[in-house]
């Protein structure tokens, strides 16, 4: 197969980041698209390589009976949400696929009947977290491109092309944020535009305006508001921050709190050096009757309306008792460890983050949590087996690594303490499989539970219990 050749082909399955899986002559192909299993497509072959090729596709022949309608317009060009075209409940079952594939394929591990993934309770407008960026370069949608209308193409404030930093799709509606989003979103926008504030440059690094994050509290019904930009060069660049901090609550009830923050590197990452905060309440989320205050950088689960059930499930597999010593491993704002807190004897937190450890410890006096205590830690250093020798040896360990999964110093000193059961907790099923398989002399798995708490994404939690053989 050369490089701009059309196949026809059936797809057999869908993977990681959208992609559609095809084969031809024992072949696997990777095609980009949005195809769906079951679908006959013309392809576009655009890499051959020696195992597998890729593509992306034209022309959609025969339809899956499972396709649906997507509801955002930008379906197909913003990464987002790259399963908005396949029905809910056949999403749950692929992803309940993806975990048995790392598993048994990757890790070559023996494992028990996986459990359906747990659905979430809403599947649009559920997450708590929304980064919207600032661009100089606007990505047009092929819709807008055939409209023949003439856009500005110098501003956008949206999300990213897929795998491009430097090019951004201009979105007025994103479905799966809650509706008053999508008008605060808007306000900025159109404010910016009458200002004649210049949006980020990514390869020069100029222009004011970088990015905007939302923070949404299902618990208050309240909305957090973040300004990230370069440094002020001009006086109507200082007018708008100050716009943002003091008038946009004022058009927006819901707005609790705002922050101004700068962030002169060359990057998209959206954080920043906080200058100027108009704190109206503090944000908080509720899980389990534990409290949580957020601040504006610190890591927190994106979908709160499944919070409970998430964590509910952690500590139902875990079966904790009051006798028992707990150590909650990449524990970030203590999210799982104070509810665990309320079931035991004792519980330690270790996280790199400083601040997630300032946040868990403050989150712990504000619930008048006291059988706990954090440590600020890096995991993965050759130094951290110290750390836990000084604390008491556990009975049950939860670990939830961010998706690079584990260490092999922390696997190995998890074999040496060898503690009765570990709870690995994970949203990427391929280094948990990894990780897992480094520690299969020792443990066999007993339970995996996947839970959704990504709808119209392949993203998916994975809660599965290791006890020793």
Same mark, same amino acid.
């Given at each position: 197969m050369k490089s701009n050749n059309e196949i026809e082909v059936e797809i057999e399955?869908?993977?990681?980041?959208?992609? %559609? &899986? !095809?084969? $031809?002559?024992?072949?696997?192909?990777?095609?980009?698209?949005?195809?769906?299993p079951g679908e006959?497509?013309?392809?576009?072959?655009?890499?051959?390589?020696?195992?597998?090729?890729? /593509?992306?596709?034209?022309?959609?022949? %025969?339809? +899956?009976p499972k396709r649906i309608e997507p509801k955002c317009e930008f379906f197909g060009t913003c990464g987002g949400c790259s399963w908005q075209n396949l029905d809910y409940n056949e999403q749950l079952l692929w992803k309940r696929q993806h975990i048995i594939d790392a @598993?048994?394929?990757? /890790?070559?591990?023996?494992?028990?009947?996986?459990? *359906?993934?747990?659905?979430s309770t809403d599947i649009f407008e559920y997450r708590n977290k929304m980064e919207f960026s600032?661009?100089?370069?606007?990505?047009?949608?092929?819709?807008?491109?055939?409209?023949?209308?003439?856009?500005?193409?110098? *501003? !956008? $404030? /949206?999300?990213?092309?897929?795998?491009?930093?430097? #090019?951004?799709?201009?979105?007025?509606?994103?479905?799966i944020q809650p509706e008053v989003g999508n008008q605060i979103i808007n306000s900025i926008r159109s404010k910016a535009i009458n200002y004649g504030i210049s949006a980020y440059n990514y390869y020069k690094n100029n222009g004011f305006l970088k990015n905007v994050v939302l923070r949404f509290s299902s618990y208050q019904k309240s909305?957090?508001?973040?300004?990230?930009?370069?440094? &002020?060069? #001009?006086?109507d660049e200082k007018a708008f921050a100050k716009w943002f901090i003091e008038e946009l609550p004022s058009d927006f009830d819901v707005i609790k709190s705002t922050y101004w923050a700068v962030n002169?590197?060359? %990057? +998209? =990452?959206?954080?920043?050096?906080?200058?100027v905060s108009n704190n109206y309440g503090v944000l908080q989320e509720k899980i389990l009757d534990v409290v949580f205050n957020i601040s504006p950088f610190s890591f927190f689960q994106t979908n709160s309306v499944q919070l409970d059930n998430f964590?509910?499930?952690?500590?139902?597999?875990?079966?904790?008792?009051?006798?028992?010593? =707990?150590?909650?491993?990449?524990?970030?704002?203590? +999210?799982?460890? $104070?509810?665990?807190?309320?079931?035991?004897?004792? =519980? *330690? /937190?270790?996280?790199l983050n400083n601040s997630a450890v300032e946040d868990a410890t403050k989150n712990a006096e504000l619930n008048k949590i006291s059988n706990v205590e *954090? @440590?600020? !830690?890096?995991?993965?250093?050759?130094? &951290?087996?110290? $750390?836990?020798? +000084?604390? !008491?040896?556990?009975?049950? =360990?939860? &670990?939830d690594p961010p998706r690079s999964g584990m260490n092999e110093n922390l696997v190995n000193h998890l074999l040496k303490i060898a503690p009765d059961k570990i709870i690995y907790v994970s949203c990427n099923p391929v280094t948990q499989a990894r990780d897992i398989a480094l520690l299969s002399d020792v443990y066999k798995v007993n339970v995996i539970q996947p839970v959704d708490m990504f709808p119209h994404t392949y993203h998916v939690e994975v809660i599965t219990e290791l006890i020793k053989k």
């Open positions: 399955s869908i993977g990681f980041e959208g992609i %559609s &899986v !095809a084969r $031809l002559e024992g072949k696997a192909i990777l095609l980009k698209g949005g195809a769906l006959r497509v013309i392809a576009v072959i655009t890499k051959d390589k020696t195992n597998f090729s890729e /593509g992306f596709i034209k022309e959609v022949i %025969s339809k +899956s @598993y048994t394929r990757i /890790g070559k591990i023996e494992i028990p009947n996986i459990e *359906f993934v747990f659905p600032f661009g100089s370069h606007r990505w047009l949608t092929p819709k807008e491109i055939n409209s023949g209308k003439e856009y500005t193409k110098n *501003f !956008a $404030l /949206g999300m990213h092309y897929p795998g491009r930093y430097d #090019k951004i799709i201009d979105i007025n509606r994103c479905f909305v957090m508001a973040i300004l990230i930009t370069n440094p &002020v060069e #001009k006086e002169d590197k060359q %990057s +998209s =990452v959206a954080n920043g050096v906080v200058q964590i509910g499930k952690i500590l139902e597999i875990a079966k904790l008792t009051q006798e028992m010593i =707990v150590w909650d491993l990449y524990c970030g704002c203590g +999210s799982i460890t $104070l509810p665990a807190a309320k079931q035991v004897k004792k =519980v *330690f /937190g270790i996280e *954090f @440590y600020q !830690a890096d995991l993965h250093s050759k130094s &951290v087996p110290k $750390l836990l020798n +000084s604390i !008491a040896k556990p009975n049950v =360990v939860i &670990v």
